[in-house]
Protein backbone atom coordinates (compact mmCIF):
# COMPACT_ATOMS: atom_id res chain seq x y z
CA UNK A 1 0.00 0.00 0.00
CA UNK A 2 1.14 3.16 -0.97
CA UNK A 3 1.50 5.64 1.67
CA UNK A 4 0.22 8.54 -0.58
CA UNK A 5 -3.03 7.17 -1.14
CA UNK A 6 -6.01 6.82 0.59
CA UNK A 7 -8.20 4.21 -1.21
CA UNK A 8 -6.37 1.45 -3.54
CA UNK A 9 -8.53 -0.79 -5.76
CA UNK A 10 -6.32 -4.23 -6.97
CA UNK A 11 -7.18 -5.89 -9.65
CA UNK A 12 -10.62 -5.65 -9.30
CA UNK A 13 -12.95 -8.25 -11.12
CA UNK A 14 -16.58 -8.40 -11.07
CA UNK A 15 -18.41 -11.38 -13.60
CA UNK A 16 -22.75 -11.11 -14.18
CA UNK A 17 -23.10 -14.01 -16.00
CA UNK A 18 -20.27 -14.42 -18.50
CA UNK A 19 -19.90 -10.44 -18.82
CA UNK A 20 -16.40 -9.07 -17.13
CA UNK A 21 -17.77 -5.91 -15.92
CA UNK A 22 -14.77 -4.92 -14.49
CA UNK A 23 -11.56 -6.88 -15.57
CA UNK A 24 -8.95 -6.41 -13.31
CA UNK A 25 -9.58 -3.15 -12.54
CA UNK A 26 -6.47 -1.05 -10.57
CA UNK A 27 -7.99 2.37 -9.13
CA UNK A 28 -5.88 4.59 -6.47
CA UNK A 29 -6.92 8.23 -4.78
CA UNK A 30 -5.02 10.33 -3.13
CA UNK A 31 -6.36 12.60 -0.20
CA UNK A 32 -6.76 15.82 -0.44
CA UNK A 33 -7.71 15.13 -4.18
CA UNK A 34 -10.75 15.50 -6.77
CA UNK A 35 -10.27 12.13 -9.08
CA UNK A 36 -12.14 12.06 -12.18
CA UNK A 37 -13.74 8.60 -13.23
CA UNK A 38 -14.37 8.14 -16.88
CA UNK A 39 -15.37 5.86 -19.85
CA UNK A 40 -18.82 4.85 -21.27
CA UNK A 41 -21.32 3.34 -20.52
CA UNK A 42 -20.60 -0.19 -19.83
CA UNK A 43 -17.04 0.57 -18.91
CA UNK A 44 -17.54 -0.53 -15.74
CA UNK A 45 -17.14 3.06 -13.73
CA UNK A 46 -20.60 2.22 -11.45
CA UNK A 47 -19.80 -1.79 -11.39
CA UNK A 48 -16.11 -0.43 -9.90
CA UNK A 49 -18.29 2.26 -7.29
CA UNK A 50 -20.86 -0.07 -6.41
CA UNK A 51 -18.13 -2.53 -5.01
CA UNK A 52 -16.15 0.37 -3.53
CA UNK A 53 -19.71 1.35 -1.62
CA UNK A 54 -20.66 -2.21 -0.98
CA UNK A 55 -23.69 -3.08 -3.52
CA UNK A 56 -21.30 -5.72 -4.56
CA UNK A 57 -18.83 -8.31 -3.91
CA UNK A 58 -15.94 -8.57 -5.84
CA UNK A 59 -14.94 -11.66 -7.73
CA UNK A 60 -11.36 -11.70 -7.66
CA UNK A 61 -9.10 -7.86 -5.95
CA UNK A 62 -8.20 -6.24 -3.04
CA UNK A 63 -9.60 -3.09 -1.41
CA UNK A 64 -7.37 -1.32 0.89
CA UNK A 65 -8.11 1.96 2.44
CA UNK A 66 -5.69 4.17 4.96
CA UNK A 67 -3.37 1.17 4.17
CA UNK A 68 -5.51 -1.82 5.72
CA UNK A 69 -7.23 -4.91 3.84
CA UNK A 70 -10.98 -4.14 3.85
CA UNK A 71 -13.99 -6.42 3.13
CA UNK A 72 -16.97 -4.39 2.75
CA UNK A 73 -19.98 -6.42 2.44
CA UNK A 74 -22.46 -3.49 2.67
CA UNK A 75 -22.89 0.77 2.01
CA UNK A 76 -23.31 0.49 6.28
CA UNK A 77 -19.56 -1.13 6.54
CA UNK A 78 -18.98 1.51 3.75
CA UNK A 79 -20.24 4.44 5.49
CA UNK A 80 -18.61 3.36 9.00
CA UNK A 81 -15.14 3.23 6.90
CA UNK A 82 -15.53 7.09 6.07
CA UNK A 83 -16.96 6.17 2.10
CA UNK A 84 -20.35 8.05 1.52
CA UNK A 85 -21.84 8.15 -2.14
CA UNK A 86 -24.48 10.77 -3.81
CA UNK A 87 -26.44 8.89 -6.24
CA UNK A 88 -27.13 10.94 -9.34
CA UNK A 89 -31.07 10.24 -8.27
CA UNK A 90 -31.41 11.52 -4.78
CA UNK A 91 -32.69 9.26 -1.66
CA UNK A 92 -34.40 12.42 0.51
CA UNK A 93 -37.68 11.50 2.39
CA UNK A 94 -39.45 15.08 0.84
CA UNK A 95 -41.55 14.70 3.97
CA UNK A 96 -38.92 15.66 6.10
CA UNK A 97 -36.91 18.36 6.74
CA UNK A 98 -32.89 18.10 6.10
CA UNK A 99 -31.89 17.50 9.88
CA UNK A 100 -34.09 14.66 9.84
CA UNK A 101 -33.20 13.27 6.48
CA UNK A 102 -29.20 13.61 7.06
CA UNK A 103 -29.62 11.44 10.50
CA UNK A 104 -32.07 8.86 9.14
CA UNK A 105 -31.06 5.34 9.82
CA UNK A 106 -28.14 6.33 12.53
CA UNK A 107 -29.80 5.15 15.59
CA UNK A 108 -32.97 2.68 15.40
CA UNK A 109 -33.59 3.94 19.86
CA UNK A 110 -35.40 7.07 19.33
CA UNK A 111 -35.11 7.55 23.22
CA UNK A 112 -31.75 8.31 22.57
CA UNK A 113 -31.77 10.61 19.99
CA UNK A 114 -31.42 14.39 20.82
CA UNK A 115 -33.43 15.91 17.92
CA UNK A 116 -32.24 19.25 19.22
CA UNK A 117 -28.34 18.86 19.12
CA UNK A 118 -28.99 17.06 15.27
CA UNK A 119 -30.32 20.17 14.56
CA UNK A 120 -27.82 22.15 15.25
CA UNK A 121 -25.14 20.21 14.23
CA UNK A 122 -26.42 19.76 10.54
CA UNK A 123 -26.93 23.65 10.41
CA UNK A 124 -22.88 24.25 12.03
CA UNK A 125 -21.53 21.63 8.91
CA UNK A 126 -24.59 24.04 6.45
CA UNK A 127 -22.71 27.21 7.58
CA UNK A 128 -19.74 25.67 7.68
CA UNK A 129 -19.78 24.85 3.49
CA UNK A 130 -21.56 27.52 2.68
CA UNK A 131 -24.48 25.58 2.16
CA UNK A 132 -27.25 28.13 3.03
CA UNK A 133 -29.62 25.51 3.53
CA UNK A 134 -31.91 25.84 6.72
CA UNK A 135 -31.71 22.60 8.90
CA UNK A 136 -35.13 22.67 9.70
CA UNK A 137 -36.68 23.37 6.10
CA UNK A 138 -38.67 20.62 4.72
CA UNK A 139 -36.62 18.38 1.78
CA UNK A 140 -39.72 18.95 -0.80
CA UNK A 141 -39.34 22.80 -0.48
CA UNK A 142 -36.23 23.06 -1.57
CA UNK A 143 -34.60 23.54 -5.18
CA UNK A 144 -32.53 20.87 -6.51
CA UNK A 145 -29.31 22.45 -6.23
CA UNK A 146 -30.47 22.55 -2.30
CA UNK A 147 -31.22 19.04 -1.97
CA UNK A 148 -28.28 17.92 -3.26
CA UNK A 149 -26.66 19.80 -0.83
CA UNK A 150 -28.87 18.15 1.66
CA UNK A 151 -26.68 14.63 0.16
CA UNK A 152 -23.87 16.29 0.61
CA UNK A 153 -24.42 17.00 3.99
CA UNK A 154 -25.77 13.32 4.61
CA UNK A 155 -22.07 12.32 3.40
CA UNK A 156 -19.93 14.44 5.75
CA UNK A 157 -22.77 14.13 8.38
CA UNK A 158 -21.55 10.59 8.49
CA UNK A 159 -17.88 11.71 8.73
CA UNK A 160 -16.87 10.32 4.86
CA UNK A 161 -13.58 10.60 3.92
CA UNK A 162 -13.81 9.85 0.74
CA UNK A 163 -17.13 11.32 -1.42
CA UNK A 164 -18.56 9.42 -4.38
CA UNK A 165 -20.48 11.37 -6.84
CA UNK A 166 -22.27 10.41 -9.59
CA UNK A 167 -23.24 12.48 -12.37
CA UNK A 168 -23.37 15.55 -9.53
CA UNK A 169 -24.34 18.48 -12.30
CA UNK A 170 -26.73 16.47 -14.21
CA UNK A 171 -30.04 18.82 -13.11
CA UNK A 172 -27.89 21.69 -11.99
CA UNK A 173 -28.13 25.14 -13.04
CA UNK A 174 -24.61 26.70 -13.90
CA UNK A 175 -24.54 28.61 -10.85
CA UNK A 176 -25.13 25.40 -8.98
CA UNK A 177 -22.78 23.94 -10.27
CA UNK A 178 -20.33 26.74 -9.83
CA UNK A 179 -21.74 26.36 -5.93
CA UNK A 180 -21.11 22.57 -6.09
CA UNK A 181 -17.15 22.54 -6.71
CA UNK A 182 -16.64 25.66 -4.59
CA UNK A 183 -18.20 22.94 -1.87
CA UNK A 184 -15.99 19.98 -3.54
CA UNK A 185 -12.45 22.32 -3.36
CA UNK A 186 -12.89 23.02 0.31
CA UNK A 187 -13.88 19.77 0.91
CA UNK A 188 -10.87 18.06 -0.45
CA UNK A 189 -8.58 21.12 1.57
CA UNK A 190 -9.18 19.34 4.38
CA UNK A 191 -7.09 16.25 2.72
CA UNK A 192 -10.19 14.33 1.63
CA UNK A 193 -10.85 12.99 -1.10
CA UNK A 194 -13.68 13.04 -3.97
CA UNK A 195 -14.36 10.39 -6.73
CA UNK A 196 -16.23 12.48 -9.52
CA UNK A 197 -18.01 10.50 -12.18
CA UNK A 198 -19.20 12.73 -15.14
CA UNK A 199 -19.98 12.10 -18.89
CA UNK A 200 -18.99 16.34 -19.11
CA UNK A 201 -15.26 16.93 -20.05
CA UNK A 202 -14.94 20.40 -19.46
CA UNK A 203 -16.38 20.09 -15.50
CA UNK A 204 -13.54 16.79 -15.22
CA UNK A 205 -11.03 19.74 -16.93
CA UNK A 206 -12.01 22.30 -14.31
CA UNK A 207 -12.69 20.19 -10.98
CA UNK A 208 -10.45 17.07 -10.96
CA UNK A 209 -6.72 16.54 -10.29
CA UNK A 210 -6.13 13.49 -11.95
CA UNK A 211 -8.44 10.69 -14.43
CA UNK A 212 -8.64 7.17 -14.55
CA UNK A 213 -10.04 6.25 -18.06
CA UNK A 214 -12.05 2.83 -17.89
CA UNK A 215 -13.14 1.26 -21.26
CA UNK A 216 -14.81 -2.26 -21.96
CA UNK A 217 -14.59 -2.88 -18.10
CA UNK A 218 -10.90 -2.67 -18.00
CA UNK A 219 -8.30 0.20 -16.81
CA UNK A 220 -7.05 2.54 -19.61
CA UNK A 221 -4.65 4.88 -18.41
CA UNK A 222 -4.47 7.24 -15.24
CA UNK A 223 -3.38 11.23 -16.16
CA UNK A 224 -2.54 14.21 -14.51
CA UNK A 225 -5.74 16.75 -15.33
CA UNK A 226 -2.97 19.72 -16.14
CA UNK A 227 -1.24 17.18 -18.56
CA UNK A 228 -4.00 15.83 -20.97
CA UNK A 229 -6.91 17.61 -23.06
CA UNK A 230 -10.95 17.09 -23.34
CA UNK A 231 -9.84 15.70 -26.75
CA UNK A 232 -7.59 12.81 -25.56
CA UNK A 233 -9.77 12.13 -22.93
CA UNK A 234 -12.87 11.47 -25.24
CA UNK A 235 -10.53 9.43 -27.46
CA UNK A 236 -9.11 7.28 -24.79
CA UNK A 237 -13.03 6.50 -23.30
CA UNK A 238 -14.32 5.28 -26.42
CA UNK A 239 -10.88 4.18 -28.60
CA UNK A 240 -11.33 5.97 -31.53
CA UNK A 241 -11.23 10.21 -32.01
CA UNK A 242 -14.43 11.47 -31.33
CA UNK A 243 -15.60 15.12 -32.53
CA UNK A 244 -16.47 17.38 -29.75
CA UNK A 245 -18.26 20.39 -31.87
CA UNK A 246 -19.97 20.31 -34.80
CA UNK A 247 -19.65 23.11 -37.71
CA UNK A 248 -23.09 24.11 -37.97
CA UNK A 249 -24.58 25.48 -41.40
CA UNK A 250 -26.33 28.69 -41.04
CA UNK A 251 -30.25 28.83 -41.37
CA UNK A 252 -30.64 29.75 -44.87
CA UNK A 253 -35.23 29.50 -44.19
CA UNK A 254 -37.37 32.43 -42.88
CA UNK A 255 -40.11 30.16 -43.33
CA UNK A 256 -41.86 28.66 -40.19
CA UNK A 257 -42.37 25.15 -39.65
CA UNK A 258 -43.56 24.52 -36.46
CA UNK A 259 -45.65 27.74 -34.52
CA UNK A 260 -47.19 27.80 -31.08
CA UNK A 261 -49.76 30.66 -30.82
CA UNK A 262 -50.32 31.62 -27.26
CA UNK A 263 -50.17 27.79 -26.16
CA UNK A 264 -51.36 27.15 -22.48
CA UNK A 265 -51.60 23.43 -21.35
CA UNK A 266 -52.19 21.83 -17.80
CA UNK A 267 -49.21 20.61 -16.07
CA UNK A 268 -48.12 18.12 -13.90
CA UNK A 269 -47.52 20.26 -11.30
CA UNK A 270 -48.90 24.12 -10.57
CA UNK A 271 -45.36 25.31 -11.67
CA UNK A 272 -45.39 23.43 -15.02
CA UNK A 273 -48.35 24.73 -16.39
CA UNK A 274 -48.09 26.30 -20.12
CA UNK A 275 -48.91 30.01 -20.13
CA UNK A 276 -49.14 31.87 -22.98
CA UNK A 277 -46.69 29.84 -24.96
CA UNK A 278 -45.46 31.00 -28.43
CA UNK A 279 -42.38 29.82 -30.63
CA UNK A 280 -41.36 29.86 -34.02
CA UNK A 281 -39.44 27.29 -35.90
CA UNK A 282 -37.99 27.20 -39.44
CA UNK A 283 -37.18 25.27 -41.61
CA UNK A 284 -33.37 24.00 -41.30
CA UNK A 285 -33.56 25.33 -37.93
CA UNK A 286 -32.30 23.56 -34.59
CA UNK A 287 -34.03 25.59 -31.81
CA UNK A 288 -32.58 24.00 -28.18
CA UNK A 289 -35.00 24.08 -25.45
CA UNK A 290 -32.98 24.98 -21.75
CA UNK A 291 -34.21 24.55 -18.16
CA UNK A 292 -34.35 22.75 -14.62
CA UNK A 293 -36.66 19.39 -15.71
CA UNK A 294 -40.23 20.24 -14.35
CA UNK A 295 -40.68 23.64 -15.75
CA UNK A 296 -43.01 22.83 -18.80
CA UNK A 297 -40.59 21.25 -21.00
CA UNK A 298 -42.88 17.63 -20.92
CA UNK A 299 -46.19 19.73 -21.16
CA UNK A 300 -44.68 21.54 -24.19
CA UNK A 301 -43.41 18.35 -25.86
CA UNK A 302 -46.85 16.72 -25.28
CA UNK A 303 -48.71 19.56 -26.46
CA UNK A 304 -46.51 19.60 -29.81
CA UNK A 305 -47.17 16.11 -30.21
CA UNK A 306 -50.87 15.61 -29.28
CA UNK A 307 -50.57 13.53 -25.59
CA UNK A 308 -51.84 16.58 -23.76
CA UNK A 309 -54.25 18.33 -24.66
CA UNK A 310 -54.13 22.37 -25.31
CA UNK A 311 -56.64 24.32 -23.23
CA UNK A 312 -56.28 27.75 -25.48
CA UNK A 313 -54.15 28.70 -28.52
CA UNK A 314 -52.72 27.08 -31.75
CA UNK A 315 -50.41 24.47 -33.05
CA UNK A 316 -49.55 24.58 -36.81
CA UNK A 317 -47.51 22.32 -38.58
CA UNK A 318 -46.67 24.10 -42.14
CA UNK A 319 -49.45 26.38 -41.72
CA UNK A 320 -52.19 24.05 -40.82
CA UNK A 321 -53.48 24.01 -38.13
CA UNK A 322 -52.75 20.68 -35.80
CA UNK A 323 -54.24 21.86 -32.58
CA UNK A 324 -56.87 18.54 -31.99
CA UNK A 325 -55.39 16.70 -34.85
CA UNK A 326 -54.87 12.95 -33.50
CA UNK A 327 -51.66 11.61 -33.09
CA UNK A 328 -51.17 9.32 -35.64
CA UNK A 329 -52.72 12.32 -38.29
CA UNK A 330 -49.64 14.42 -37.19
CA UNK A 331 -46.81 11.79 -37.77
CA UNK A 332 -48.32 11.31 -41.64
CA UNK A 333 -47.91 15.03 -41.89
CA UNK A 334 -44.21 14.50 -41.40
CA UNK A 335 -44.00 14.78 -37.90
CA UNK A 336 -41.17 12.90 -35.72
CA UNK A 337 -40.60 11.82 -31.89
CA UNK A 338 -37.67 11.12 -30.23
CA UNK A 339 -39.17 10.26 -26.82
CA UNK A 340 -38.02 11.57 -23.35
CA UNK A 341 -38.16 7.69 -21.85
CA UNK A 342 -37.28 5.29 -24.88
CA UNK A 343 -38.24 2.30 -22.57
CA UNK A 344 -41.59 3.50 -21.94
CA UNK A 345 -42.64 5.70 -24.70
CA UNK A 346 -40.29 4.82 -27.44
CA UNK A 347 -40.04 1.45 -28.08
CA UNK A 348 -42.04 -1.92 -27.37
CA UNK A 349 -39.18 -4.07 -25.18
CA UNK A 350 -40.80 -7.59 -26.07
CA UNK A 351 -40.97 -6.92 -29.93
CA UNK A 352 -37.80 -7.37 -31.96
CA UNK A 353 -35.57 -4.64 -33.66
CA UNK A 354 -37.53 -5.14 -36.97
CA UNK A 355 -40.90 -4.74 -35.78
CA UNK A 356 -40.19 -1.79 -33.65
CA UNK A 357 -38.56 0.07 -36.87
CA UNK A 358 -41.84 -0.06 -38.63
CA UNK A 359 -44.21 0.72 -35.98
CA UNK A 360 -45.16 4.04 -38.12
CA UNK A 361 -45.45 2.61 -41.08
CA UNK A 362 -46.41 -1.32 -41.18
CA UNK A 363 -49.72 -0.89 -42.76
CA UNK A 364 -48.62 1.14 -45.64
CA UNK A 365 -46.57 -0.28 -48.74
CA UNK A 366 -44.94 -1.58 -49.03
CA UNK A 367 -45.12 -3.23 -45.69
CA UNK A 368 -48.48 -3.95 -46.87
CA UNK A 369 -49.88 -4.41 -49.78
CA UNK A 370 -53.59 -5.60 -50.59
CA UNK A 371 -54.39 -5.88 -46.82
CA UNK A 372 -51.66 -8.48 -45.93
CA UNK A 373 -48.73 -7.75 -44.36
CA UNK A 374 -45.34 -8.49 -45.84
CA UNK A 375 -43.11 -9.84 -43.35
CA UNK A 376 -40.24 -10.44 -45.80
CA UNK A 377 -40.41 -6.51 -46.43
CA UNK A 378 -40.18 -5.54 -42.83
CA UNK A 379 -36.84 -7.45 -42.60
CA UNK A 380 -35.33 -6.09 -45.64
CA UNK A 381 -36.46 -2.53 -44.37
CA UNK A 382 -35.23 -3.26 -41.04
CA UNK A 383 -31.63 -5.03 -42.54
CA UNK A 384 -31.05 -1.70 -44.15
CA UNK A 385 -31.98 0.67 -41.76
CA UNK A 386 -29.22 -1.61 -39.49
CA UNK A 387 -26.63 -1.23 -41.52
CA UNK A 388 -26.97 2.54 -42.19
CA UNK A 389 -27.74 3.64 -38.35
CA UNK A 390 -25.08 0.92 -36.88
CA UNK A 391 -27.34 -1.12 -34.50
CA UNK A 392 -25.56 -3.47 -32.80
CA UNK A 393 -25.96 -6.47 -32.92
CA UNK A 394 -26.85 -6.31 -36.38
CA UNK A 395 -29.54 -9.03 -35.90
CA UNK A 396 -33.30 -7.35 -36.56
CA UNK A 397 -34.58 -10.55 -35.09
CA UNK A 398 -33.36 -9.80 -31.49
CA UNK A 399 -35.19 -8.53 -28.84
CA UNK A 400 -35.14 -4.73 -28.29
CA UNK A 401 -34.83 -5.07 -24.40
CA UNK A 402 -31.40 -6.76 -24.71
CA UNK A 403 -29.84 -3.85 -26.38
CA UNK A 404 -28.00 -1.16 -24.65
CA UNK A 405 -29.48 2.49 -24.46
CA UNK A 406 -27.61 4.20 -27.43
CA UNK A 407 -28.64 0.86 -29.47
CA UNK A 408 -32.02 1.12 -27.98
CA UNK A 409 -31.99 4.60 -29.38
CA UNK A 410 -30.44 4.29 -32.92
CA UNK A 411 -33.79 2.20 -33.23
CA UNK A 412 -35.84 4.36 -32.64
CA UNK A 413 -33.68 6.87 -34.67
CA UNK A 414 -33.71 4.54 -37.22
CA UNK A 415 -37.68 4.44 -37.40
CA UNK A 416 -38.50 8.57 -37.27
CA UNK A 417 -36.19 9.59 -39.73
CA UNK A 418 -36.54 7.15 -42.49
CA UNK A 419 -39.57 8.91 -42.94
CA UNK A 420 -38.07 12.07 -44.00
CA UNK A 421 -39.88 14.50 -41.34
CA UNK A 422 -40.55 18.03 -41.66
CA UNK A 423 -40.69 18.28 -38.03
CA UNK A 424 -38.50 16.62 -35.23
CA UNK A 425 -39.28 16.70 -31.44
CA UNK A 426 -36.28 14.89 -29.97
CA UNK A 427 -36.77 15.06 -25.92
CA UNK A 428 -33.69 14.39 -23.78
CA UNK A 429 -32.47 12.39 -27.25
CA UNK A 430 -28.98 11.83 -24.90
CA UNK A 431 -29.91 11.03 -21.87
CA UNK A 432 -27.97 7.88 -20.48
CA UNK A 433 -26.18 7.90 -23.37
CA UNK A 434 -22.24 7.63 -23.47
CA UNK A 435 -19.85 9.91 -25.51
CA UNK A 436 -20.17 8.06 -28.46
CA UNK A 437 -23.63 7.08 -28.46
CA UNK A 438 -24.08 10.83 -28.23
CA UNK A 439 -22.00 12.11 -30.76
CA UNK A 440 -23.76 9.93 -32.86
CA UNK A 441 -27.56 11.08 -32.20
CA UNK A 442 -26.20 14.58 -32.57
CA UNK A 443 -24.56 13.79 -36.18
CA UNK A 444 -28.04 12.39 -37.17
CA UNK A 445 -30.05 15.33 -36.10
CA UNK A 446 -27.76 17.86 -37.71
CA UNK A 447 -27.89 15.96 -41.45
CA UNK A 448 -32.08 16.07 -40.73
CA UNK A 449 -31.59 19.57 -40.01
CA UNK A 450 -28.99 20.10 -43.14
CA UNK A 451 -32.14 17.81 -45.39
CA UNK A 452 -34.32 20.93 -44.45
CA UNK A 453 -35.82 19.48 -41.13
CA UNK A 454 -37.08 22.04 -38.12
CA UNK A 455 -35.77 20.53 -35.02
CA UNK A 456 -36.75 21.17 -31.41
CA UNK A 457 -34.51 19.87 -29.02
CA UNK A 458 -35.69 19.87 -25.47
CA UNK A 459 -32.74 19.10 -23.05
CA UNK A 460 -31.70 19.34 -19.14
CA UNK A 461 -27.83 19.20 -20.32
CA UNK A 462 -27.22 22.49 -21.27
CA UNK A 463 -24.16 21.79 -23.10
CA UNK A 464 -25.64 19.57 -25.76
CA UNK A 465 -28.20 22.43 -26.22
CA UNK A 466 -25.53 25.16 -26.74
CA UNK A 467 -23.35 22.12 -28.77
CA UNK A 468 -26.03 21.55 -31.33
CA UNK A 469 -28.63 24.77 -31.30
CA UNK A 470 -28.97 27.16 -33.51
CA UNK A 471 -31.52 29.56 -31.33
CA UNK A 472 -32.11 28.75 -27.50
CA UNK A 473 -34.81 29.59 -25.29
CA UNK A 474 -34.87 29.17 -21.80
CA UNK A 475 -37.92 28.31 -19.83
CA UNK A 476 -38.81 28.57 -16.22
CA UNK A 477 -42.50 28.07 -15.08
CA UNK A 478 -43.98 27.20 -18.05
CA UNK A 479 -42.79 30.72 -20.10
CA UNK A 480 -39.96 31.59 -22.42
CA UNK A 481 -37.14 33.46 -19.99
CA UNK A 482 -35.31 34.22 -22.73
CA UNK A 483 -33.94 33.58 -26.31
CA UNK A 484 -30.30 33.98 -27.49
CA UNK A 485 -27.65 32.61 -30.35
CA UNK A 486 -24.93 30.16 -28.69
CA UNK A 487 -22.17 31.83 -27.55
CA UNK A 488 -23.68 35.12 -27.54
CA UNK A 489 -24.79 35.16 -24.21
CA UNK A 490 -22.70 34.73 -20.77
CA UNK A 491 -23.46 31.41 -19.15
CA UNK A 492 -23.84 33.22 -16.20
CA UNK A 493 -26.93 35.59 -17.44
CA UNK A 494 -28.03 31.63 -19.22
CA UNK A 495 -27.97 30.26 -15.74
CA UNK A 496 -30.55 33.39 -14.12
CA UNK A 497 -32.56 33.11 -16.83
CA UNK A 498 -32.83 29.19 -15.91
CA UNK A 499 -33.66 30.19 -11.91
CA UNK A 500 -36.38 32.25 -13.13
CA UNK A 501 -34.78 36.25 -14.32
CA UNK A 502 -36.02 37.26 -17.21
CA UNK A 503 -33.80 38.39 -20.45
CA UNK A 504 -34.82 42.27 -20.08
CA UNK A 505 -33.57 42.40 -16.78
CA UNK A 506 -30.30 40.97 -17.99
CA UNK A 507 -30.18 43.89 -19.43
CA UNK A 508 -29.47 41.14 -22.75
CA UNK A 509 -30.53 43.01 -26.47
CA UNK A 510 -32.95 40.53 -28.06
Known amino acids: MDTQNILEMRNITKKFANVKACNGVTF ?17 KTTLMNILYGFYRPDEGEIYLKGQLTDIHSPKDAISLGIGMVHQHFMLVPTLTVAENVILGLTANLKKLDMEKAVEKVQQL ?11 ALVKDLSIGAQQKVELLKAIYRGADILILDEPTAVLTPQEVKELFTILRQFVAMGKSVIFISHKLWEVMQISNRVTVLRQGGFVDVVQTAETTKEVLADMMVGRSVVLEYAKTPVASSEALLALHGVCAEGDLPVSCLNEFSLCIKKGEVVGVAGVDGNGQRELAESI ?39 KQGLVLDFTVAENMVLDTYDEPPLTCKGIFQPQKMQDIAQELIKEFDVRPPNYDAIVRNFSGGNQQKVILA ?53 VSDRVIVMYEGRIMGEFIPGEVLITDIGLMMGGTPQERLGVCE
Open 28 to 44: FVKPGEVHALLGENGAG
Open 415 to 467: REFTRSPQFILAVQPTRGLDIGATEFVHRRLLAEKEKGAAVLMISADLDEVLL
Open 126 to 136: SDQFNFQVNAK
Open 305 to 343: MGLRAVTKGQVCLNGKDITDMPIRKRIKLGMAHIPEDRL
